[in-house]
């Protein structure tokens, strides 16, 4: 089936620092690539739509030069949390769409990214 | 802007019971997709079910099936002889057809008592 993978599944840092997160669809081409970021027990939160070869998409509020998408190729997409700090703490999850056949606009969601700034 | 509710934050239900977990949405778009997905302690998303807002029928996946009430902009899942392994946070989501953007409901937590 339809796998995304996320890496690294947690990272701790300091204040201050870039941490990267990469997004990738093992088994299929993704046109477009969607980050959310997660709360404990709160909803997904969509943060950006990144299409292969253009600029990300950012959904209103969240700060593009904070949060630097990049959707290189049909398999990946990174972000990165550019210095960060303790407020950028939560779970990014990432999905892919791509052209499987079945259902239309099906996402596959990655497994997440727990992100932690001291 | 589409939205979407799901007012019981908390729900349990006794192992091998149905429960019914509700969800409305607003929407001014004709074309569209709802959701329903499973979140466990491990946090991955799951999808249950899915359903086109153009078909009436109500889609069914093996115990889960779902109340499509387009009118009232409704969306409730049905979860029939609940298992232990149902206990999990379960979001309804909107899918926009043109973007594919997914907008999430709140999230109600289920848990399953034995």
């Known amino acids: 089936g339809a796998v995304v993978s996320q890496h690294p599944s947690r990272v701790i840092c300091k204040s201050g620092t870039s941490v990267k997160i990469e997004c990738r669809s093992l088994?299929?081409?993704?046109?477009?690539m969607f980050w959310y970021r997660q709360f404990p027990k709160q909803s997904l939160m969509l943060m950006a739509t990144s299409n292969e070869g253009s600029k990300a998409t950012y959904e209103q509020g969240v700060e593009k030069d904070k949060f630097l998408i990049n959707h290189a190729s049909l398999t990946l997409s990174t972000l990165t949390v550019t210095s960060a700090h303790p407020e950028d703490s939560s779970f990014y999850i990432c999905?892919?769409?791509?052209?499987?056949?079945?259902?239309?606009?099906?996402?596959?969601f990655g497994p997440g990214t727990r992100l932690t700034v001291l | 802007a589409q939205t979407v509710t799901q007012s019981q934050p908390e729900m349990s239900v006794q192992e091998a019971e149905t429960v019914t977990l509700s969800c409305t949405y607003d929407?001014?778009?004709?074309?569209?997709?709802l959701f329903w997905y499973k979140q466990p302690p491990s946090r991955q998303m799951i999808l249950v079910i899915r359903q086109e807002a153009y078909k009436q029928q109500n889609a069914t996946e093996n115990r889960f099936s779902v109340n499509f009430q387009k009118a009232a902009k409704s969306f409730s899942l049905k979860i029939s002889d609940s298992q232990l392994g149902d206990a999990a946070m379960y979001f309804c989501a909107y899918g926009a057809s043109n973007t594919g953007k997914l907008i999430f409901g709140q999230g109600t937590t289920l848990q399953v008592k034995p």
């Open positions: 088994d299929f081409q993704a046109t477009t």
């Open positions: 999905s892919a769409e791509g052209e499987r056949g079945g259902w239309d606009n099906e996402q596959f």
């Open positions: 929407t001014s778009e004709s074309d569209y997709y």
